[in-house]
């Protein structure tokens, strides 16, 4: 075994070992981990897109154009600059660069839109050095001592943490999650300041108001960063399925569990999309669980985890059960806007037009003052989003062409973008849900009789 200074439990994986797992594939960077290093990155990115503006314009005016500004800040090359860095310096600045790709992304240009949510996919993660000293600072010097084996080698890397497996000295096999340095400490001012060269780069128009959705990310942020938070949530989504067969949620180790590392069984599994190439019953049964338990989260729990990333589900092939994963980004959602939002699908299923109309005032989605114009495009895509649910048939993710209508009908909401704005946040992290599982059962190619899985929940309420 290595020394104590080359990561000395990284255990080796035989053939056959259930231990063994293939690497998580990611670049080994440091993370900046004090405010005053991560605003110098955000200095030092904005200096550089002045200098592509600078070069750009420059170009320009020998070719005898007179550009505006806003047509040299919106750039691919800039948003890729702003990507990159984010990706390097992870924490909140890398997540408001994914929330903002998400939330407003229908307000980007495409290939800049398509840049951000690079960042939903891409993380790097802490070298050992830095990974063990916040382990010391955790658990003590001699933390070494409770465990068998700890590969240092993370096998999943994101905006916030990475995880590792490791095995207890009395045989346990555990995931855990560590968080990268400074990130609790600086959301607020990462989030500040990412959006105010998000602004002064030009990549969200100016007649889109996005501070509410910063606020939330702000707090969103400083529950994910909360690992005794997450660890409470993981527990209380535990106790919610405890008896349904067809779900697994890791056992928390509250013993291990700190405010920056969250300790819980490892439960083995590959990852949900592998069921890409699986039998048609097979893809059609996981994604009828998956979105049989969003609307229960919905109406039934009123309690979503709403970070629609894949990797937050695995599937075990063996039991057929689905592993539920990550759940810093829980929200719990009022009674009456689940009221408001049960009576805008029921008015959808209905064909209640008037009805849809009303609800969606109601919860915010539209505006007593909104243009007819952008009223009635709104409708319209209300009633296109819900016409999977009014068909008595199973509905087929894969041969349908929903989302270039749905594509087609956002490209009118584009004339009214000066009278857009964001709707309540409530609707966002459950739209943001909604999209994230049609995505994956488009994906999966799924067949689902989604109007019997809505009904039930529809009957009651308001």
């Known amino acids: 075994m290595a020394g104590p200074e080359a990561a000395p439990y990284m255990f080796t994986a035989t053939p056959g070992d259930p231990m063994s797992q293939r690497r998580f594939e990611s670049k080994a960077l440091a993370v900046p981990s004090s405010r005053l290093s991560r605003l110098s990155r955000l200095g030092g990115l904005a200096s550089a897109i002045a200098g592509n503006v600078a070069a750009d314009a420059a170009r320009r005016f020998v070719r005898g154009e007179r550009p505006r500004m806003e047509d040299l800040l919106l750039t691919p090359a800039n948003a890729q600059k702003l990507a990159d860095e984010l990706a390097r310096m992870r924490g909140a600045a890398m997540k408001v660069g994914q929330l903002i790709s998400m939330d407003a992304g229908d307000l980007l240009p495409a290939e800049l839109a398509?840049?951000?949510?690079?960042?939903?996919?891409?993380?790097?993660?802490?070298?050992?050095?830095?990974?063990?000293?916040?382990?010391?600072?955790?658990?003590?010097a001699d933390w070494r001592q409770n465990f068998e084996t700890f590969d240092t080698h993370p096998i999943a890397a994101a905006s916030i943490g990475q995880v590792h497996r490791a095995r207890t000295r009395d045989g346990r096999d555990l995931a855990i999650k560590v968080q990268y340095p400074g990130v609790r400490a600086s959301i607020d001012s990462d989030v500040n300041n990412v959006a105010a060269l998000i602004r002064i780069a030009g990549l969200i128009p100016k007649t889109v108001d996005i501070a509410p959705m910063l606020e939330e990310a702000k707090g969103q942020l400083h529950e994910e960063a909360d690992y005794e938070y997450e660890g409470r949530r993981l527990a209380e989504f535990g106790a919610l399925l405890a008896n349904n067969p067809d779900f697994v949620v890791p056992a928390l180790d509250p013993d291990l569990t700190r405010k920056n590392i969250l300790a819980m069984d490892f439960v083995d599994g590959v990852p949900i999309d592998a069921l890409e190439t699986a039998p048609q019953a097979e893809r059609d049964r996981a994604m009828t669980l998956l979105i049989g338990l969003l609307f229960r989260e919905l109406f039934e729990f009123r309690l979503m985890q709403t970070d629609p990333n894949f990797a937050n589900y695995r599937y075990a092939p063996e039991t057929g059960r689905i592993v539920l994963l990550d759940f810093g980004a829980t929200r719990a959602f009022p009674e009456e806007f689940v009221a408001l939002y049960r009576r805008l699908l029921r008015s959808g299923m209905e064909g209640d037009r008037a009805g849809l109309r009303d609800a969606a005032r109601n919860i915010g989605f539209l505006s007593p003052k909104a243009p007819a114009g952008l009223e009635r495009a709104m409708l319209d895509m209300f009633e296109l989003s819900i016409e999977p649910l009014r068909q008595q048939e199973p509905f087929d993710f894969g041969a349908s062409d929903l989302a270039l209508r749905l594509r087609d009908a956002g490209m009118a909401l584009a004339e009214h973008?000066?009278?857009?704005?964001?709707?309540?946040?409530?609707t966002l992290f459950l739209q943001r849900k909604f999209g994230g599982i049609y995505l994956l059962a488009t994906r999966m190619r799924a067949r689902v009789a989604l109007r019997d899985l809505i009904t039930p929940h529809l009957s009651s309420g308001v």
């Open 417 to 426: 973008r000066e009278h857009c704005t964001l709707p309540p946040m409530d």
């Open 114 to 140: 398509d840049i951000l949510a690079r960042l939903r996919a891409e993380a790097h993660h802490m070298p050992w050095v830095q990974l063990r000293r916040v382990l010391n600072q955790a658990w003590g």
